[in-house]
Every structure is written in structure tokens, then in C-alpha cells.
T-cell receptor, first 111, second 113 residues
């Protein structure tokens, strides 16, 4: 059974700092890995999708990496802003199983 | 460009009452999913559908039923609501399962008293 773990559970940083969020998964037989953002009381917004054949995917100040063999992904946020404050979730499909989610990292960027 | 739309957004039910949550997507996606999100538990899959007329159980299916009579709609039913079903429910869809991006609705906050 696929299990997804996100560390840390919560993170508070000053504005302007670069930061890394971590995601690990137990079954490396994945098609891809997806990072989402969730604002309080809102739905999930897709940030980045990395295919299993890719090592990195970039969107603006966000960079996601994937090391499938070690079961790890990182989300790098450059020059953090207060508007980046949210919960970040990673999720992987595995075989016939739809997305399995980690419990998320709650990020607070302090102005 | 609606994407995934959930109805209703909020609902309060009494124990034993029934209700149906509606999910509609306008992206012609084959796959649709229902998740529930609870504090400390994360998102857990309730049921999913791989196409019109098909449904399958997820991780926490007990107490729920689903139907996919039309490709664009996926209904989640609670026949006899229980306080343990108090949660935020999210619907999602994707073109292919596991190979393409999944898109989520804004959620339905359900309270069972």
C-alpha cells in the first residue's frame, strides 16, 4: 500500500527566504507526482506535475524535483512571499490506485 | 471555464437524514473521484469512477454510495448520515488515471449533528 509522508508538518519563515518542502513515498512504481496548494477553507490548486521520467519541473518561483528510485520529491520555493502562506500537499498515483496524499506541510511566510 | 463544480458548498444534516452531493466537470474527463478531508487524517479516497456507468470503492467507502450516470457528473450519497461523516468533501477529475493532472472542486463542508 502506497504511503506518502510530508516533512515538516508546519514551517514558519521570514519573507524572502528560500525554502524546501519534502515528500517521500514508499512505492516507487509511480506514473508521476503532483504538488498542490490549499488555502484555508478552499479547494486544492495544482501547482506542478512531474512525470516519472522527469527529474525536475519548474513554474515561476517553484521548482519540484523527483527521485523516483529513492522515493522522494522536494518542492523548492524561491524568495518566499506572505502570499505563499498555505498548506502544500503532494500526491502520487500508484498502479490502479488514484491519488494518495500526504498530510501536507502548513507554510507561514512572515512579512 | 468552470472546471470542477461541487454543490452544495455547505450543509448541516441531522443524524439519520440523507443527502446527495453533486460534482460536475466540464473538461470531458473520464476519471472522477470523491475524497474526504479530516484534521490529522489528510485526504482519503471514498469512491471513484473510471468512466460513465462505472464506480469503485476507495479507502473509506462505508456509509456512502455513488453514481456516474453521465460522464460529466459524479454523485455522492449519504443514505443515513452519522456524526462521523462530518467532514469536508472534495471531488476531483482527471483525463487519465495516474498519468495526467487532477483538478479539484472547492469542497463541500458537511456537518452532521
Amino acid at each position: 500500500k502506497q504511503e506518502v509522508t510530508q516533512i515538516p508538518a508546519a514551517l514558519s519563515v521570514p519573507e524572502g527566504e528560500n525554502l524546501v518542502l519534502n515528500c517521500s513515498f514508499t512505492d516507487s512504481a509511480i506514473y508521476n507526482l503532483q504538488w498542490f496548494r490549499q488555502d484555508p477553507g478552499k479547494g486544492l490548486t495544482s501547482l506542478l506535475l512531474i512525470q516519472s521520467s522527469q527529474r525536475e519541473q519548474t513554474s515561476g518561483r517553484l521548482n519540484a524535483s523527483l527521485d523516483k528510485s529513492s522515493g522522494r520529491s522536494t518542492l523548492y520555493i524561491a524568495a518566499s512571499q506572505p502570499g505563499d502562506s498555505a498548506t502544500y500537499l503532494c500526491a502520487v498515483p500508484s498502479g490502479n490506485t488514484p491519488l494518495v496524499f500526504g498530510k501536507g506541510t502548513r507554510l507561514s511566510v512572515i512579512a | 471555464n468552470a472546471g470542477v463544480t461541487q454543490t452544495p458548498k455547505f450543509r448541516v444534516l441531522k443524524t439519520g437524514q440523507s443527502m446527495t452531493l453533486l460534482c460536475a466537470q466540464d473538461m470531458n474527463h473520464e476519471y472522477m473521484y470523491w475524497y474526504r478531508q479530516d484534521p490529522g487524517m489528510g485526504l482519503r479516497l471514498i469512491h471513484y469512477s473510471v468512466g460513465e456507468g462505472t464506480t469503485a470503492k476507495g479507502e473509506v467507502p462505508d456509509g456512502y454510495n455513488v453514481s456516474r450516470l453521465k460522464k460529466q457528473n459524479f454523485l455522492l450519497g449519504l443514505e443515513s448520515a452519522a456524526p462521523s461523516q462530518t467532514s469536508v468533501y472534495f471531488c476531483a477529475s482527471s483525463y487519465l488515471q495516474g498519468e495526467t493532472e487532477a483538478f479539484f472542486g472547492q469542497g463541500t463542508r458537511l456537518t452532521v449533528v
